[in-house]
């Protein structure tokens, strides 16, 4: 029995440069908006809604880029925090109990936002300022 497909078997095969032809019903209102965004612009109505989706696409890949490299930065913000508090607490450094509180609040408060980006069951694996809290032998004023 041959395998059901979404085209007829002597349709070849579309490259990723070939034009498809895409029927779109679109209302009345927006069509117009797009048509005079195209005359603005000196396109066509058929390339102004090409130009628009490759755009909005482009975004959405730029957005996503964006978001994922905010959350990397995040991390790697908590691990230095953390890595400093560490170091602070187990060294004969002199710190006043403002400066130790200050350190921990900046770590508290960026751990606070990266999990409010990245949600708190994706962020599980996220390095927190209790784990450097705990390792360092300064106890909190």
Same mark, same amino acid.
């Given at each position: 029995?041959?395998?059901?497909? =979404?085209?007829?078997?002597?349709?070849?095969?579309?490259?990723?440069?070939?034009?498809?032809?895409?029927?779109?019903?679109?209302?009345? $209102?927006?069509?117009?908006?797009?048509?005079?965004? #195209? $005359?603005?612009?000196?396109? =066509?109505?058929?390339?102004?809604?090409?130009?628009? @989706?490759?755009?909005?696409?482009?975004?959405?890949?730029?957005?996503?880029?964006?978001? #994922?490299?905010?959350?990397?930065?995040?991390?790697?913000?908590?691990?230095?925090?953390?890595?400093?508090? $560490? #170091?602070?607490?187990?060294?004969? @450094?002199?710190?006043?109990?403002?400066?130790? $509180?200050?350190?921990?609040?900046?770590?508290?408060?960026?751990?606070?936002? @990266?999990?409010?980006?990245?949600?708190?069951?994706?962020?599980? =694996?996220?390095?927190?300022?209790?784990?450097?809290?705990?390792?360092?032998?300064?106890?909190?004023?």
């Amino acid at each position: 029995m041959p395998k059901a497909t =979404s085209r007829p078997h002597w349709v070849p095969k579309r490259k990723s440069t070939d034009m498809a032809q895409v029927g779109l019903r679109l209302p009345e $209102r927006l069509r117009k908006m797009v048509d005079a965004e #195209a $005359r603005k612009g000196g396109r =066509s109505l058929n390339a102004e809604l090409v130009r628009r @989706l490759e755009q909005s696409f482009a975004q959405q890949v730029t957005e996503d880029t964006i978001k #994922a490299t905010s959350i990397e930065t995040g991390r790697i913000v908590i691990l230095v925090l953390n890595n400093l508090i $560490r #170091a602070v607490g187990k060294s004969d @450094l002199v710190v006043t109990d403002d400066q130790w $509180r200050s350190l921990v609040a900046h770590a508290e408060v960026a751990e606070d936002q @990266l999990r409010a980006q990245v949600g708190d069951a994706e962020n599980q =694996s996220a390095p927190t300022t209790e784990t450097a809290r705990d390792t360092g032998d300064r106890a909190l004023p």
